[in-house]
């Protein structure tokens, strides 16, 4: 059974202090993982698609990399609005199977 | 990004009654649709996918009787709780990918509460 297993659960930061999320996967054919941000309330937003081991990619403060076995997502010099739960998703065949994601709050 | 509406926000419903969600993909064509459902401080679980014009495929557990996905256009799927009981409040979520896409674009949840 494909297992998505993201940590920690709860992550609080102050401003400007970096960080780093992990989502370690176990599937058979994976076609891509992914990262989303989910703010309460809301429904999650695309944040990077990963397809290989070794791939990298990068939007504002945020960076994404995959190896075989697991995925980071981290956080350079975080801002308070940086606030929100960390989704991470892996795409076997069609589907989305989502990890429990992390609560990240970060203090002024 | 492509974007997703989903329609209402949030409704409130007497137990007995149906309920229908609506997700449209404004500005792409969407080829598959699903709906997840999320409980406090839990991930989201996928309840069905739908494509364009079939019937709707359910995840193990989940009742298509009660949970009823029409997806009639490339831009429109409903998704109807039928005869809601309070177990059924929850927060639902739909997505959408389009052809060629492997990213899935969520629309901006519907949290429903049977009282």
């Known amino acids: 059974e494909d297992q998505v297993t993201q940590s920690p659960e709860a992550l609080r930061l102050q401003e400007g202090e970096s960080s780093s999320l992990n989502c370690s996967y176990t599937v058979s054919g994976l076609r891509g993982l992914f990262w989303y941000r989910q703010d309460p309330g809301k429904g999650p937003e695309f944040l990077f698609t990963?397809?290989?081991a070794g791939e990298e990619k990068e939007k504002e403060r945020l960076k994404a990399t995959l190896t075989k076995k697991e995925s980071f997502l981290h956080i350079t010099a975080p801002k308070p609005e940086d606030s929100a739960t960390y989704l991470c998703?892996?795409?076997?065949?069609?589907?989305?199977?989502f990890g429990a994601g992390t609560t990240v709050t970060v203090r002024a | 990004g492509a974007v997703v509406s989903q329609h209402p926000s949030w409704v409130i419903c007497k137990s007995g009654t149906s309920v229908k969600i609506e997700c449209r993909s404004l500005?792409?064509?969407?080829?598959?649709m699903f709906w997840y459902r999320q409980f406090p401080k839990q991930s989201l679980m996928l309840m069905a996918t739908s494509n364009e014009g079939s019937k709707a495929t359910y995840e193990q557990g989940v009742e298509k009787d009660k949970f009823l996905i029409n997806h009639a256009s490339l831009t429109l799927s409903t998704l109807t709780v039928t005869s809601a009981h309070p177990e059924d409040s929850s927060f639902y979520i739909c997505?959408?990918?389009?052809?060629?896409?492997?990213?899935?674009?969520f629309g901006q949840g519907t949290r429903l509460t049977v009282v």
């Open positions: 500005d792409f064509q969407a080829t598959t």
């Open positions: 998703a892996v795409q076997v065949n069609y589907k989305l199977s």
């Open positions: 990963l397809y290989s």
């Open positions: 997505s959408a990918t389009g052809t060629g896409n492997t990213e899935a674009f």
